[in-house]
């Protein structure tokens, strides 16, 4: 982390700006031919917002769109970059690629690429939770889509959780886009949150490029959890800027939408903001950049350094 | 030993693992009624009615194995696997692997299936192959009551997610059980319930009790026939089949799920591989038709092998060896 921040939202803005140069990198990697990823550009702030609400007992369940709630609870973005190419040194050792990276020592579990997944695995974690496993008092995070919104596993998930009173937060990211459709193409209703209120949730739904605005929410809410120990539900509305899947050329967006929400960046919005209130100036911010820049050309360095895993090691971990 | 039915098997390997182990539990669609003997002794914390939702039940059941708990499931019937596929084979089955070895999944899921009770196709379909062939699971289908006490016990111990199927027309057979809280039958163990030299007839579940009445009629008939109960069909006890195999260089395999990539063909295949050298006969596959379970008796029972069926393939199969061999 860069020796000049001292304010917590400089800090956010850090791990945004880490995040999008991760991505962005993987995005440059994946064109000269490294396994491709779904990255989650332009849905920073979800993850630095929500995950800067939660404590080291908490548990996060993400999915293939991972890399910011990853690097948000302090992933190192070597070890990610690793685990994309399918190195030994990647989180899981390569067995997962991008697509389902755990790391049980940040407390990111169970992650699927399966869409919706993570609602059916969320109760039995917060189950165990309340049932005496792990640190007393922890709460899970379950990070879904508006395309996993779309799977009946979400009702199923909503009405186990409140009729179990599971300490669970419901992070709904609705970014749009569902794999190449958009939303509007597959849902009648505009509002995911009233969902989880119908199944009796307290819900909310806030700017999901505003950091602040998530980290306030997403503050209060998990406070009431760890309160009552009642599930609770956040729709983020934010917007997916790159394809589904890299490389995509993003021919069947609209580019006037897109370029609506690009107007909305939720990194320029926090940059802009702080340097506003005079928490940033430029010779700062060129600081920050330049040192996020050397830690994602390092990352690219071990990564592509890392040794293949061994063949023989095929059948290791099938069974426990 | 007590005399039990299997349903009372069951029961009592539950109830001495929950006693045993705080983190085993219980849930699925009316559990603390069907097993309100456990909800009065273990707590409605422990033991959970769910609601009828198996995708979701399966799914809590494996991210509470992944936390720390070591829950059972009952799903009731085998058919109602396919809501809880997802659960099971995507995320027990692979999230170990995937992870590189960062989760366990200690889980069991419950299930019946089989003839006898007219209750039809969605009811009543032996899909236990499609979970053989899904990495990362075991799958366990007894037919004594000794066996389902003793490989339900083993199967709340292992660290894997164990699909447990019960054979509908078992459940209130009765037999010989250990009362021994102790009394556990390894999982990937197959058991050697006839001795035999001409014939090896492989079975699991009811059919089982097919191959030993066919093994009694053929030896009247001078023909000795082995039987071999696998019990556990992943891990799949490939020793004890090959030695018998070996010795008398006839396979039959037997069983009531359907035969296009069942177990049947995975052991054709196996001896065929591994034991080429010592078949005197082509193997014989004995298994359901490719059709769904009716309800009617008749029709049910019309897709189950019988022993006469077993009999009558032996039979040919000797018939063969003495031709060439005259």
């Known amino acids: 982390m860069n020796s000049l921040i001292g304010h917590p939202r400089l800090r956010g803005l850090d791990t945004m700006m880490l995040i999008r140069a991760y991505e962005e990198r993987l995005a440059i990697l994946q064109q000269q031919g490294a396994p491709g990823t779904c990255t989650s550009v332009g849905q920073e702030a979800c993850a630095v917002g929500v995950i800067g609400a939660l404590e080291s007992r908490d548990r996060i369940i993400t999915n293939h769109r991972s890399a910011a709630h990853l690097i948000a609870r302090g992933a190192e973005p070597p070890r990610l970059m690793a685990e994309v190419l399918g190195r030994v040194d990647g989180y899981c050792g390569g067995r997962s690629g991008t697509l389902h990276i755990s790391a049980s020592e940040l407390g990111v579990v169970l992650t699927s690429t399966i869409v919706g997944a993570g609602l059916s695995l969320a109760p039995g974690v917060a189950l165990a939770q309340i049932m005496g496993q792990g640190e007393k008092g922890g709460i899970v995070a379950v990070f879904f889509g508006d395309g996993a919104a779309c799977e009946g596993i979400l009702h199923e998930s909503l009405n186990l959780a409140r009729q179990w009173e599971l300490p669970i ?60 120990g009642r599930p609770r539900f956040l729709e983020l509305l934010t917007y997916r800027q790159r394809g589904h899947f890299e490389p995509d050329d993003q021919a069947y967006v609209d580019k006037a939408e897109l370029n609506r929400w690009l107007n909305h960046d939720p990194i320029a919005l926090m940059r802009d903001r702080l340097m506003a209130e005079g928490h940033l100036d430029a010779s700062t911010l060129a600081s920050l950049e330049s040192e996020v820049g050397e830690r994602i050309d390092a990352a690219d360095a071990f990564a592509q350094a890392s040794a293949w895993p061994d063949p023989k090691q095929l059948l290791d971990f099938v069974y426990a | 030993m007590a005399f039990l039915t299997i349903e009372q098997a069951i029961n009592q390997a539950l109830y001495e693992e929950m006693q045993r182990d705080p983190r085993v539990m219980m849930m699925g669609e009316g559990v603390a009624k069907s097993r309100a003997w456990l909800l009065r002794e273990f707590g409605a914390t422990r033991v959970r009615n769910t609601p009828l939702a198996e995708a979701v039940v399966a799914g809590t059941a494996v991210g509470a194995a992944a936390s720390g708990l070591r829950p059972v499931i ?99 057979e009765q037999g010989e059980v250990p009362e021994s809280a102790d009394h556990l039958v390894p999982l990937g163990l197959a058991d050697l319930r006839r001795e035999g030299e001409d014939v090896t007839l492989v079975s699991y579940g009811k059919t089982v009790r097919v191959c030993l009445e066919a093994a009694e009629q053929l030896s009247e008939c001078g023909i000795s026939a082995e039987v071999i109960d696998l019990r556990s069909l992943k891990p799949l006890d490939e020793a004890t089949v090959l030695k018998s195999v070996r010795k008398t260089g006839r396979l039959v395999i037997v069983h009531e799920a359907s035969g296009l990539c069942g177990m049947a063909a995975e052991l054709a295949a196996l001896a065929a591989s591994k034991a080429f050298d010592a078949l005197r006969a082509p193997v014989v596959r004995l298994t359901g038709p490719d059709a769904p379970a009716a309800s009617s008796w008749v029709l049910e029972q019309a897709a189950v092998p019988n022993a006469g069926d077993v009999v009558s393939s032996v039979e040919t199969l000797l018939a063969n060896r003495s031709q060439s061999a005259s």
Request: aromatic content about 10%; hydrophobic content about 45%; glycine content about 8%.
């Open chain 1, 169 to 228: 937060l419901f992070v709904c990211e609705n970014n749009q886009w569902q794999a190449y459709v958009h939303r509007l193409e597959t849902m009648a209703d505009e509002s995911i949150f009233n969902w989880a209120r119908g199944h009796g949730l307290e819900a909310e739904r806030v700017d999901g490029n505003d950091a602040d605005a998530v980290g306030e929410v997403a503050r209060q809410t998990v406070a009431a959890i760890r309160a009552d």
């Open chain 2, 74 to 172: 009952d799903l009731l019937f085998a058919p109602f696997l396919t809501y809880a596929m997802d659960a099971l084979v995507n995320s027990a089955g692979k999230l170990r692997y995937l992870s590189g070895g960062q989760h366990e999944f200690p889980l069991v899921t419950l299930c019946m299936t089989g003839s006898g009770w007219c209750v039809g196709a969605q009811h009543n379909h032996n899909l236990e192959a499609m979970f053989v062939h899904a990495p990362g699971l075991k799958v366990v289908m007894p037919s004594t009551p000794a066996d389902f006490k003793g490989l339900l016990k083993s199967a709340v111990r292992d660290n894997n997610p164990v699909l447990f199927f019960t054979d509908l027309a078992l459940l209130f």
